[in-house]
């Protein structure tokens, strides 16, 4: 295996250049490719949209694969990144087909013990495209006990603005969360993206584990902080502390949780908080809750069986642990962050895009799911005053100063 620094430096050591986690993951991808040893073994799978997803660069660094070889003069012949096909090519492009890709994919994934040949599947697509529309096979693929990535990208349900319900994915990971041996991961950030493609690469080259990954990616650029020093370990539990707004030494105070693109909203939410009211916000990264919730079943299950003296206790609760609220915001559905409810001992609050998706602006779409900063941050401070930690009269200032209208309808009314 690469050493992570050999593909992935430029997102570990971002130094808040903007780029997009889709951007990050071909870039890797492309790196890994390069690499003598390792790089023949990478099989990247495309069904539609590879200019969009930034792969077109690997259509001469790889070329697409085409057993009789190039058959026709594509469209952009004359173009330095032309569609160029060969017998030789590594690139699968399979046409307007998710159910071809994700066969191939299983096909690839599946090599280790079927050929005897370890190869390693990248399958990227419109992650709204997968577990929603062809996720019988991906059950079949972990039946089979597959190894490999699959990519969803463009994820959530407010980063593709103008697309629509058909494009617009807000429960993919809830469908992921239900499959055994899929790790399914919502990274805010190109670091946490490569700690994590790392880590499933040794998993299932190094270590030989029947496990495969789902991790999403976005199409939105914003600025990408280096890796955290010593955070590797947490991300891949799926939670880790990002930083801190306003007083630290406040004792009243909120705990504020985000992921994917959602994360920046999070962020923009705590600095409001801390400006406006002077409420402290623990800012929290959760790049994964099924990893969480899953982790958090099975010590509950072994304090059950085993009667410890002292009880184990999960990553969830030991990092959040106390009664000051809790709330979490994703580009998904509420049921994605309430799966770690039962495990907390505060009051949580979910935040999420339930409804049928929109065409609109990102900021409109935000606005319109309640996962913007403004709604965060009253969503805080509601459960703040709930907990008694504020007066009421703070609730209804935020309100008026927001501009929220209680009279909208709920985003999931039809």
Not at 174 to 189: E, G, K, L, W
Not at 353 to 382: C, Y
Request: one cysteine or more; proline letters at 5%.
């Amino acid at each position: 295996m690469p050493a992570l620094a050999s593909y992935g430096k430029f997102a570990t050591q971002a130094e808040g250049r903007e780029m997009s986690t889709t951007m990050a993951a071909v870039r890797m991808m492309g790196g890994l490719l390069k690499d003598k040893a390792f790089g023949p073994r990478i099989v990247p799978i495309v069904a539609d949209e590879a200019r969009t997803f930034g792969m077109d660069n690997l259509f001469r660094q790889v070329g697409i694969y085409a057993p009789k070889g190039q058959l026709y003069e594509p469209e952009d012949a004359g173009s330095m990144m032309f569609y160029k096909e060969a017998k030789d090519g590594q690139l699968l492009e399979e046409g307007i087909t998710e159910a071809g890709a994700i066969s191939s994919w299983a096909a690839a994934a599946t090599s280790y013990s079927v050929h005897d040949t370890p190869v390693l599947p990248f399958y990227i697509y419109y992650s709204m495209f997968g577990f929603q529309r062809i996720g019988d096979l991906i059950w079949a693929a972990a039946d089979q006990r597959a190894r490999g990535f699959l990519l969803g990208a463009t994820a959530g349900r407010t980063t593709l603005s103008g697309e629509g319900l058909q494009h617009q994915d807000g429960t993919s990971h809830v469908i992921a969360a239900t499959i055994p041996n899929c790790r399914a991961y919502d990274p805010a950030f190109a670091s946490e993206l490569a700690v994590i493609m790392d880590h499933g690469m040794r998993r299932m080259i190094d270590e030989q584990a029947d496990e495969f990954y789902y991790v999403t990616v976005m199409n939105e650029n914003y600025a990408q902080p280096n890796l955290p020093e010593g955070r590797e370990s947490d991300i891949i539990k799926g939670l880790y502390h990002f930083g801190t707004r306003g007083d630290d030494k406040a004792e009243t105070r909120v705990r504020l949780l985000g992921s994917g693109t959602i994360m920046q909203q999070v962020i923009a939410a705590a600095d409001l908080l801390a400006a406006r009211f002077g409420i402290a916000s623990d800012i929290y990264s959760a790049t994964s809750f099924t990893e969480l919730a899953r982790e958090a079943r099975e010590i509950e299950r072994e304090n059950r069986l085993c009667a410890h003296d002292e009880p184990r206790i999960s990553h969830a609760a030991r990092l959040l642990s106390g009664r000051m609220p809790v709330v979490a915001a994703t580009d998904y559905v509420r049921a994605l962050p309430q799966m770690i409810a039962p495990y907390l001992d505060a009051r949580m609050v979910a935040l999420g895009t339930d409804g049928f998706g929109r065409s609109d602006t990102r900021t409109a779409l935000r606005a319109f799911f309640e996962v913007d900063p403004q709604s965060i941050a009253l969503a805080a401070i509601d459960a703040l005053v709930r907990d008694g930690h504020l007066p009421r009269d703070i609730q209804r200032e935020a309100i008026a100063a927001f501009g929220l209208d209680a009279q909208k309808p709920s985003p999931w009314t039809v």
